[in-house]
């Protein structure tokens, strides 16, 4: 197997979840043991200014081998996976010279169909990586460090290709949108960065949500029910309440492009309290405003109903579309672009992510970060896998990106 399949099932080995509530960064303790492990490899790799910081940020450095004023690009991937499906213990099966058929996941009923997912049909004859059907595999994003570990490697091993500064870090926390919490931009020193956070090969993004999470809080009050009338309050029948008042069709579900959404991860509660998260997106600033504004006001219509202080609605953004903060540094993709053509993709889909990045909020701290691929599909979910074949490209895709910035004017 080459390399990057090597680290790829290494990184997987750890359990790396993120979880939401904790309001501590890292949100989990468990994110430390990749984060060592990667920092040992870094240090072993040549990398030099490595660290690791008491919030599991890993930075590194590979230096400049000449004398040039380019801009010092970086490369970021994170560490943590979702929360949504479990991740541990991870048991990947590798599927060689893919025949465009089912692939049945581990022991489970689960089979991975190209009845569900026709894409398959492009990775006939390739190899492919998924989990066994009780957890997620972890390519989002385990393969994009393995893939800039990979780059990291070839550049340092091959002191005789002239080349700029190069940086690389790796984040915990992304999944919940802390990936960047405690970042030190400028302690990293990158002018420029990718995060490698995308999907199939071919691709890359400048575009993301504008994002929001949204806590809907209900105060009831239980009576028994045999002598409950004009008495109780169901909080879980004005939550239902609550959600039949959003826009019906405005689900993930019924949504693509840059369509946006109200998104009700979970509810929970009985009769005498009752919460809904939710999370809500949109491309379009203007627009997700007015997904925020009709959220409060859901609940002043509430509170009128079924009396002051029944319903609390707290919304607090996330992340804003990075596309505002890119625009003026396109050359981020033409850079990319020309790299992918190299490869022999002639003109990468460009698409809006229906998601965030580290670099949505990078991006609005000074550090331009588009994203690009890792070659992996269906995440958050027992069906995601990867492309060794797509991965290995995407190896040589960071390589010729990270060694152009040597003939890039710094600005």
Known sequence: MSKVVDYFLKN???????????KINPSTDKQFELAKYLKNQLEELGLQDVSMSDRCYVYGTIPANVDVDCPVVGFLAHMDTSSDYPDDPTRPQ???NYDGGDIKLGDTEYVLSPEMFPFMKNYIGQDLITADGHTLLGADDKAGIAEIICMAEYIINHPEIPHGTIKVAFTPDEEIGHGVDNFD??????DVAYTVDGGAWGSMEYETFNAASLKVIIHGQNIHPGSAKGKMVNSILIGMEYESMLPSFDKP?????YE???HLNNMSGNVEHTVLNYIVRDHDMDIFNERKALAVKVGEFLNAKYGEGTVEVIVNDSYYNMAEKIRPHMYLLDVAAEAFKELGIDAPVISPVRGGTDGSRLSYQGLPCPNLCTGGHNYHGKYEFVCIQSMEKIVELLIKIALKFKDVKKN
């Open 94 to 96: 590798i599927i060689k």
């Open 185 to 190: 931009v400028e302690g990293w020193g990158a």
């Open 12 to 22: 997987v080995e750890y359990d790396t979840q993120s979880q939401p509530e904790t």
């Open 253 to 257: 579900q019924n949504t693509e492009g």
């Open 260 to 262: 946006g959404f109200f």
